[in-house]
T-cell receptor
Framework: GESVGLHLPTLSVQEGDNSIINCAYS??????FIWYKQESGKGPQFIID?????DKRQGQRVTVLLNKTVKHLSLQIAATQPGDSAVYFC?????????????FGKGTKLSVIP | GAVVSQHPSWVICKSGTSVKIECRSL??????MFWYRQFPKQSLMLMAT?????????EQGVEKDKFLINHASLTLSTLTVTSAHPEDSSFYIC???????????FGPGTRLTVL
């Protein structure tokens, strides 16, 4: 993920609409990417992952797209619901210190308008 | 499966005291655990990687003498913030990696407030 900023980008969507959250990463050696959802005062929750040999992966109501050429990742949430309101982080995985480590992006706050 | 717990969930302490935070993998053995720190409205920053039975590897800029990490068993890692100061107030999150997989499972976090 990119370096940490002092403010969180926000995205407001109407309930039922689709949401697209974007993320850029900097390490071209990263081969595994994950999207996490973090609700206020809680730890990150795994949403979906994708390996570098894929460019698209679908889950339940979520799709992750990977563009390695421009080092860009996106998360699409279909039919966004109020329960989707949270901060979303992308993370990329690289090997270091004897294990695979995650580098988190700056995060995007998603607010769903009922 | 793959549940990680942290204790305490929040703690308030006086400046100069030490605080210990526990991270447990409840239903799997974690050879590697990670500690992160998260300031308000910011991202998670990796502090250290802890492999069971060996010394933790700290990220650049993280003082190993201030943030003591012990990973004595396959299900428990502890982070001790020594001589805590108000600037150490943060949300501390641990994660554990399932062996043979890249995926990390995160604990619920511990909110530390140093007065």
């Amino acid at each position: 993920g990119e370096s940490v900023g002092l403010h969180l980008p926000t995205l407001s969507v109407q309930e039922g609409d689709n949401s697209i959250i974007n993320c850029a990463y900097s390490n071209s050696a990263s081969d595994y990417f994950i999207w996490y959802k973090q609700e206020s005062g809680k730890g990150p929750q795994f949403i979906i992952d994708i390996r570098s040999n894929m460019d698209k992966r679908q889950g339940q109501r979520v799709t992750v797209l990977l563009n390695k050429t421009v080092k860009h990742l996106s998360l699409q949430i279909a039919a966004t619901q109020p329960g989707d309101s949270a901060v979303y982080f992308c993370a990329d995985s690289t090997y270091g210190a004897g294990s695979y480590q995650l580098t988190f992006g700056k995060g995007t706050k998603l607010s769903v308008i009922p | 499966g793959a549940v990680v717990s942290q204790h305490p969930s929040w703690v308030i302490c006086k400046s100069g005291t030490s605080v210990k935070i526990e991270c447990r993998s409840l239903d799997f053995q974690a050879t590697t655990m990670f500690w992160y720190r998260q300031f308000p409205k910011q991202s998670l920053m990796l502090m250290a990687t802890s492999n069971e039975g060996s010394k933790a590897t700290y990220e650049q800029g993280v003082e190993k003498d201030k943030f003591l990490i012990n990973h004595a068993s396959l299900t428990l890692s502890t982070l001790t913030v020594t001589s805590a100061h108000p600037e150490d107030s943060s949300f501390y999150i641990c994660s554990a990696r399932v062996p043979a997989y890249n995926e990390q499972f995160f604990g619920p976090g511990t909110r530390l407030t140093v007065l």
